[in-house]
């Protein structure tokens, strides 16, 4: 991934309220290009200050949800999703504001699937980001609540964005197909359906791309629908932005696969072993760990060559591919 494009910026004079929160010159390296640790951790603490803010009512007293939906968001995530709708929104010139609170509803909604993804119905996990599980640490009558509920806020939260009203119908639209049964819902159901079983790969390709690869195209989409329609004179951003997103969605999901049959708990915070031992059919399962770690190379090399026409203004999503690379990598070495 070393012939990743970098350039300018969207602006000479990145202040105010732009994309990059007005860190100016402080982002950039000498050579002129941004420094992705200093735009990933701003954008990830204004991400979590949108969702401290969102999700913070008067306590009652009489009973944990708003805790429990606090716990299952403001602790720990890498806001892959978050950065990469941050990252879109650069390329379209998204004003900040509006995209640390879509950032948030992404994240929220995220957070609802793990919720309920980790239910003893579901995946039955104990460990999600290192710490106990909703349903562990409140109960899963609580945990399913949690998971309704942050689905609710993520709506409500798009509905209240200060964006044309065409842009947030777009917006609640967008997030809703992407946790639909033709997306994460479905996904899943998918996913529960085939364990045990012999599967093509194919199967396994489509099931991953539903289940989380439909809130990661969400997630790109969402950055620029903030302030650009999605109509014939943008064809070809859309069309850009799709497929970067479903192939680095699709290598997500791969990679996950590689890491439950290799990592510990450490490195994944949560539970490893988890899809051997349930006979859960992977791409890495299927494939072989080598084949499935050079697959996600491909797709990522094919999230690439989707946005370097784009160029410069393209260099956030460039470095969130940087970033998977690395990480692929430091915890998925060659054998």
């Not at 309920?116 to 119905?121: E, G, K, R, S």
């Amino acid at each position: 991934m070393n012939n990743m494009r970098t350039g300018s910026t969207l602006h000479d004079d990145q202040t105010g309220d732009s994309p990059l929160g007005g860190m100016g010159g402080q982002a950039r390296g000498a050579s002129g290009e941004l420094l992705p640790e200093i735009w990933m951790q701003d954008g990830a603490k204004r991400v979590e200050q949108a969702l401290a803010r969102l999700l913070c009512t008067e306590d009652d007293g009489e009973t944990e949800l708003m805790a429990a939906m606090r716990y299952a968001t403001l602790h720990g995530g890498k806001r892959t999703r978050a950065l990469l709708c941050l990252a879109a929104g650069a390329l379209a010139d998204t004003p900040a504001h509006m995209l640390a609170d879509a950032g948030a509803a992404i994240e929220m909604m995220h957070a609802c699937t793990l919720v309920h993804d980790d239910l003893p119905a579901m995946d039955n996990d104990v460990l999600r980001r290192g710490l106990p599980t909703v349903h562990v640490k409140f109960g899963e009558a609580t945990a399913i609540l949690v998971g309704d509920a942050l689905q609710a806020h993520a709506f409500l939260t798009l509905a209240n964005l200060d964006a044309p009203g065409d842009n947030r119908i777009a917006l609640v639209h967008e997030l809703a197909q992407a946790v639909s049964a033709e997306g994460a819902a479905g996904g899943q159901a998918m996913d529960l359906s085939l364990v045990g079983k012999h599967v093509e790969l194919e199967r396994i390709v489509a099931t991953h791309r539903m289940k989380s690869g439909a809130l990661v195209r969400a997630s790109v989409r969402m950055g620029a629908l903030c302030v650009i329609a999605e109509d014939a004179a943008h064809a070809a951003l859309y069309r850009a932005l799709d497929r970067y997103s479903e192939s680095f969605g699709l290598a997500l999901q791969v990679v996950d696969d590689i890491l439950d049959a290799t990592a510990n708990a450490a490195t994944l915070g949560k539970t490893p072993g988890k899809d051997a031992a349930a006979q859960k059919p992977t791409c890495a399962s299927i494939m072989g760990l080598q084949a499935a770690r050079q697959l996600a190379l491909e797709l990522l090399r094919d999230a690439e060559e989707a946005i370097a026409p784009r160029g410069p203004r393209a260099e956030r999503l460039a470095q969130m591919l940087q970033r998977a690379n690395a990480y692929l990598l430091k915890h998925a070495p060659w054998a």
